[in-house]
């Protein structure tokens, strides 16, 4: 085991050849599960309402696959954006997640091997989402679903959404989570934008509600990505861990060890959190087989956010190439993704 190919080695390569830089993308193996597209209908939707953003209006197919290739992924994993189909009334949002499923699944057999599917679910409404996971999961085969953190004044530990839970469960399915504006917290601080501070403390909402509903502990077969290092997870650990557990209504109910041991089963993406300070915060709360690979592009590049990965799994060393060895990897086409420790991969260490 050493390292065969470094960072510098292969961003030469990209600038001398994008074959080679593609070859080597594919040899690194790297799943990138926090990429953004805009679907054309989806787009279109959005635009009449006025949701949509210049950087994602201007996204394209090749605009990824550029990315891709600089940044060493091999799959990138897509997902609508927020807001998704939430603003929607009930048939269009169920026709624009249906014809954006659709979208995305022909992308990746247009492009084999180089992208997967988390399905937009025409959330909040239920009836529709079930349908869409069926329709998903059965006819699109996608890789699991893509849902929000919030639905305005719903968090994902509510009840409203237990038949989607229970649904998800029994299919053992893969739920990965984007923060979102929730009804409480937009324009809260003049100059200070909600995707910069609320979207990560939406995401550790989003993560306590699910806990400390029991939802996570019932629905046990779910397996979870959540953006963005679990936002401000890192943060309130402590007020999770020690604090909550020992204050009515959850002494008694909840102990450090439950809660730990249902962060410790999640996974958490490093989009957003590839400095030294939070991503070293994640790997001492949580084991670091849990913390998969984001990009978040086109918001950002894969090559800064493997570039601060990569400087991390240098220092965390063998302890990130022995969790590697446990990984279990499905990337070729066809096959469902199952999340694995692609900090690790990013070391290039087999
Ligand atoms: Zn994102």
Redesign the pocket.
Known sequence: MGVTCTFSAMLASVIASPELAFAQAKKTQRIDV?H?IAAPSWLQAIKMIGADDPVIANWSVQKSLDDMDKGGIATAVL?G??PQVRPLDRDAAARIARESNEYVKQLTTSHPGRFGVFAMLPLPHIEESLKEIAYALDTLKADGVGVLTNYGDKWLGYSYFEPIWEELNRRRATVYT??ADANCCVNLVQGVPSVLIEWGADTTRSITSLVFSGTSQKYRDINWIF??GGGGLTAFAERLLVQMVTTPPYLGRFTREIVQAELNRFHYDT??VSLAGTLAALAKLVPVSQIVY?S?FP?RTAAEQSEGVRRHVRRAGSQACESRKRATHSAAAGERLIPVPRVCVDLACQ
């Open positions: 926090h953004h997902s954006n927020p984007h923060p953006s963005h989009a957003q984001g978040d918001y």
